[in-house]
Each structure stands twice: as C-alpha cells, then as structure tokens.
C-alpha cells in the first residue's frame, strides 16, 4: 500500500497517515467489489442459471449493460450531490447499498422462482445494486482525494488511487477466481461483497471526514461543468478518451472470459477452469497496469497531457487490435496485447483524473468528476453492448477489435488538437485559447456502430445468404435497432438536460443526435425487408401476422420519417416555429412505441427492454413534471 504519511499537510487536511490508509483500502475494496461482480458473472449465468453457450455473449452484455445505465444515473447524480452534502456520507451509504446488492445475489434464483419472475430477473437487480454502489463509492474516494490535493502532488496521489483500485480490480480478483474450481468456491466468492460491504461501510463511518465545504448556493453546478468543458480542448479530449477507457477492464474481465468459456470444451478443459485461467491473465494486466503507473506519474508532470492521453491510447488500441489476431485465448503469448492494453489504460486513467481535478474549480469538483464518469459510463454501455452481439455473431474477439477502433480514433483527435497548436506549455497551462466546437467528435462517435457492421462486412468481402459478413441477420437487425433506440432515447433527454442545465449549446447536438436516431431506424427497417426476408411482401405480411409487435416498430418509423425530413433550416422556417414543435412532439408517443417494441421482441430472460423502457418513462415524466411546475426536480435537488 502506497506510504504517503506527509500527505496530512496537503491542502490543509488534519488527515492522518491511518485515515490516507483507510481511503486506499476502501478504494482497492470497493474495486475488488466491482470487478469480482463482473468476473464471476459468465460463470454464475452457465453453471447456476443455465443460460445456453449460443445466448451468454448477448445476456452478459445486456446485464452489463442494464447495470452500467442505473451506474451512470446514480454515480451522476450523487457526483452532484456531493458538492452539497459532502462526499463521506455517500460513501458510507454506498458500502451499504453494496452489501444489500450482495446479500440478495446468494438467493436471487431461489428467490425469484419463489416469486414468480425468474432467478434470472432478480439477478438483474443484484447486478445494479452492486454495480452502481461500488462504481459510487470509487468515484467519491477519487473526489475526496481530489479535495486533498495540490497542483505539486496531483499525480502522485491520483496515481496511488489509480494503484489501488487496480491492485483490488485485478490483481485480488485474479487470486480470489481459483477458488472458482474448487467446490464451495463459487459460494465463498459471492460472500466476499457483502463482507466486504459492511466492512466498508463500518471504516468509512468510524474514519473519514470530509474536508472541502460544500457548496449550498442553490446554483446548478451542470452549466458550471459545461462551460469549463467547452472552454478548454483538453478536457473535451479526456471525456472522449473516458468514453473508450471506462469500458476496458469490463470489457476484458467479463469478454476474454467468456472467449475462454467458448474454447475450453474444443480443448479439453472445464469451463471453472477456464474462467481461473481469464482471471489469471486479467491479473497479469493488473500487474502491467500497476508497475506501469509510477512510470506515467513522472510523464504526466513533465509533459504535454494531451500528447500522455494521446500516447497511452494508441498503446491500449494496438493492444487491442493484437488481441483481436489470437485464436487461442490459452496461447500465454496474448499476454503481450493484454500488457499494452495494461499500460495505456494506467497512463490514460490517471491522466484524465489529474486533468480533471487542475482543471475544475473546488466547487463544482464532485460535478466535474461524475460528468467525466458519466461520459465513460455511456461508452461503456455503448461499447459493451456491441460487443455482446458482435461476440455472437462474429466470435469471441470482435469485442477487442471494436474496442481498439474506438481508441486510435480518440488518438487521431489529439494528435489533430496538437497539429493545429492546441497543447501545453511546460507548466501545463494552454498555449492557445482557441475554442474547439464538439461537433466532428460527436459526429464521429454516433457514426462508429455503424463504422464498425459495416468494417466487418468488407472484411469477410461479401454480404449474401442471409447473413452480413459473418453476421446473422437477426444479431444485425437487432443491432441496428437496439442503436435507434438508443440515440431515440438520448434525443429525447437532450431537451430535459438542456433545461436543467440551461446549456443552451446542447440544442444543436440535438437534431444531430436526432438524425443519427432516424438513420438507424432506416438502417433496421431495410435490413428487415431485404436481408431477412428479401423483399417478399406475402412473406413479410405472414411474419407480421405472426408477430404483432413489428407493427409498432412500423408505427413508430411512420412517425419517426416526417420528423426527420422536417429537420432543415428550411423546413422550420417554411412550417413555423408552432407548427414544427407539434409536429415533433410526436418524439414521445415514437419513443413509448418503440419501448413495447422492443419489450415484445425481447426473449423472456433479456431484461435490458424494460430498462429502456423505463428510461423512456422517467424522461416522459420529466416532461409531465415540467408541464406540473417542476416540483419533482425541486425534491430532488435537481432544479
């Protein structure tokens, strides 16, 4: 554990050395929590729950997924609340959540057979449960250090934060797997959060304090996060790298597992040790992630932030696209890739937290840094979401593949904010006040899913019989509309979030956001005529009669196609301004529509429909609490 007894003298803190202690064993614990959730996970979902081999890469994903959204609701909104109330509190309160999450996971099949909704179901709520209060408690201890430190010993300290929460994410969790093949250890292994949840929960109240004031002025800390963001490129290059590093240690934990799982039969092992070996090579990242921090902590203080990002991203994406080239997860030479990955992931992470925190004002810390989570949380849906289809449809390394894309795109972006001038100075201040606009990152970010199906199918060099590429239609077809959806469902908290924050810049993201919606829904429709039932009109009236549901999907992209033709300049001036707002009013009853949709399409162990759908509800609701006088945003501090 990293000594750091002089740090009782940063920032003013009457901290002593035991209480520094405590705040990186609760940040290694509260790691192990979450990553052990993760690595278990193919393991509990085969040998508890029976899911079948052919369905594991998209439910582990979806449950990865549905835990992933609630994280970035709740991380977001207690990052806000933390400037208000303080950071301890939420600790203590997430160590506890943590170990309810825990308790009700050792009978969530029992339990949910009893009720009547499925083992599967509950699990589902054991997963956020545990999720969002470890992910919490991770970026409240990372805030209270943030409120402890100095410009001088930012990186050194952030990098200890960093050591710890992978020392716990990674290196313990690889130890912990090997009871996995031995009987009982799959028990003891799902008892070790609960433990480590009341313990948390006891050292946080009997040791930590609080230090930075709160801030009760009554004025939303979101326009505040906004305008620091926009106003400085350095830290619109870390949201975007946090995008594509959030996601790597789920990606790599619960996907190099589960690509392990998929070969063990064909070589002769069990699939308990197969999951072992996963751990094993995810704590040998660990290793590289944790030797490779003090390295990046002297780099970061005596170089360019924006050349330290841009440098560990490409490491990790090469890592990754290495990956992608193996056959055999069991060849101990995959062990270099997952090095890089190990190393850039360090030098990214600790980067983006250092940024964050010599960037942002102390009143708005906590904000800063739950926007910053926010950003990598909804890559981190994002990502791991096509990756659970592309592991189904093309095989366990796709998820690496995408994952390294995403990262050298990001890397272009710094090295074009260097090209034209926008760096640092040797005492990291900008060298140019010039404003970058986040339309072409946002264009580009939008545009990947679709970069990344239709990559794959010039790869395979042919899109015929039915499948694209390698890919099923219906992973395809699935794919296609599970992205409209999404980008229907982020259109429509765009307005919500606008108004909240009072950003107004937000608004021209919008009809982008939009757009996007539309072009993926136009994508799934012409997928579904033509590739799946090549455009045989008495074919498709039976399969519609067949399955009711697709009328919905169909009602919804009538609606949806006046609205995107309407979305001109031109069009708004020749409607008007009244006439264009009813017209697209019609976004909600589009957004209901397709939530049932994708409800009745859905098989019965695939929760991830309903999470939408009850996304889609509370943005409704916000609407309706606007049209009520907002008392609901009041209650909840969010107006």
């Known amino acids: 554990m990293p000594k750091n007894g002089n740090l009782a003298k940063v920032a003013g803190s009457d901290f002593a050395p035991a209480q520094w202690n405590v705040i990186y064993l609760l940040v290694a614990v509260s790691a192990l929590v979450s990553s052990l959730s993760v690595a278990i996970q193919p393991l509990l979902l085969d040998k508890v729950f029976g899911i079948a081999f052919e369905k594991e890469g998209a439910i582990n994903a979806d449950i990865e997924v549905v835990a992933e959204i609630f994280s970035i609701i709740c991380v977001g909104w207690l990052g806000l609340l933390s400037d208000r109330i303080g950071r301890v509190r939420i600790i203590a309160l997430g160590f ?18 009893a009720v009547g909704t499925g083992g599967l179901s509950l699990f589902y709520l054991t997963r956020v449960l545990v999720t969002a209060s470890a992910d919490t408690v991770q970026l409240q201890l990372s805030t209270l250090v943030g409120d402890l430190s100095s410009f001088s010993n930012r990186p050194r300290l952030l990098g200890n934060v960093v050591l710890m929460m992978v020392f716990g994410g990674t290196m313990l969790v690889a130890v912990l797997m090997q009871m996995a093949p031995h009987p009982e250890g799959v028990f003891i292994i799902m008892v070790l959060p609960l433990l480590a949840g009341l313990a948390g929960f006891q050292l946080t109240r009997k040791t930590l304090t609080d230090v930075a004031p709160t801030d009760g002025d009554g004025v939303h800390p979101l326009r505040q996060v906004w305008l620091v963001i926009s106003g400085d490129p350095r830290m619109q290059l870390a949201f975007a790298a946090a995008f594509y590093t959030r996601a ?26 197969a999951t072992a070996h996963a751990a094993v090579m995810i704590g040998i990242l660990g290793l590289a992630v944790m030797a490779s921090i003090p390295g990046w902590k002297r780099v970061i203080e005596r170089h360019s932030r924006i050349a330290v990002i841009g440098a560990s991203l490409s490491l ?3 890592g990754y696209l290495m990956l992608g080239l193996f056959a055999n997860p069991f060849n101990w030479l995959v062990i270099l890739p997952l090095i890089m990955v190990g190393i850039g992931h360090a030098g990214c992470t600790v980067t983006l937290k250092v940024l964050a925190v010599d960037v942002s004002p102390r009143a708005i810390l906590g904000s800063m840094l739950g926007a910053a989570y926010l950003a990598g949380g909804i890559g981190a849906v994002l990502l791991v979401q096509s990756s659970g289809y592309y592991f189904d449809a093309l095989g366990p390394r796709a998820p690496f593949i995408l994952m390294g894309t995403g990262k050298i795109l990001v890397t272009a972006f710094a090295a074009w904010l260097m090209f ?21 990152l946002v264009f580009l970010t939008a545009a990947m899913p679709f970069i990344w199906l239709l990559g794959r199918s010039l790869i395979e060099g042919y899109i015929s019989n039915g499948s694209l590429g390698e890919a099923p239609v219906g992973f395809v077809n699935r794919y296609l509309g599970d992205c409209a959806f999404t980008f229907l469902v982020i259109s429509l908290a765009m307005r919500p979030l606008q108004q909240v924050t009072g950003i107004r810049a937000l608004a021209k993201y919008r009809r982008m956001i939009g757009l996007y919606a539309f072009f993926y829904a136009l994508l799934h429709v012409v997928a579904y005529v033509t590739l799946e039932w090549a455009m045989n009109l008495d074919d498709m009236l039976a399969d519609i009669a067949k399955r009711p549901f697709i009328l919905l999907g169909l009602s919804a992209f009538s609606l949806l196609l006046p609205l995107a033709l309407t979305s001109t300049d031109s069009q708004i001036k020749r409607m008007g301004g009244s006439r264009w707002k009813k017209l697209h009013r019609a976004n909600y009853i589009i957004n209901a529509l397709v939530a049932l949709h994708f409800i009745f399409a859905a098989t019965h162990e695939n929760g991830e429909p309903f999470i939408y759908a009850i996304a889609v509800v509370l943005l409704l609701g916000y609407r309706l609490d606007q049209w009520q006088g907002g008392r609901i945003l009041r209650v909840l501090g969010l107006s």
Do not use: Y
């Open 96 to 113: 506890l959540v943590t170990a309810a999450g825990a308790a009700l996971s050792l009978v969530s099949l029992e339990v949910g057979l």
């Open 248 to 273: 790597d240690l789920i990606i790599l934990s619960l996907f190099f597992s589960l690509w392990c799982i998929s070969t063990s039969d064909l070589l002769g092992v069990t699939r308990t040790f």
């Open 316 to 318: 990790a994406g090469m």
């Open 420 to 440: 034209n001038g926008i760096d640092e100075t040797a005492d990291h201040h900008l060298k140019s006040d010039r404003k970058v606009d986040w339309q072409p």
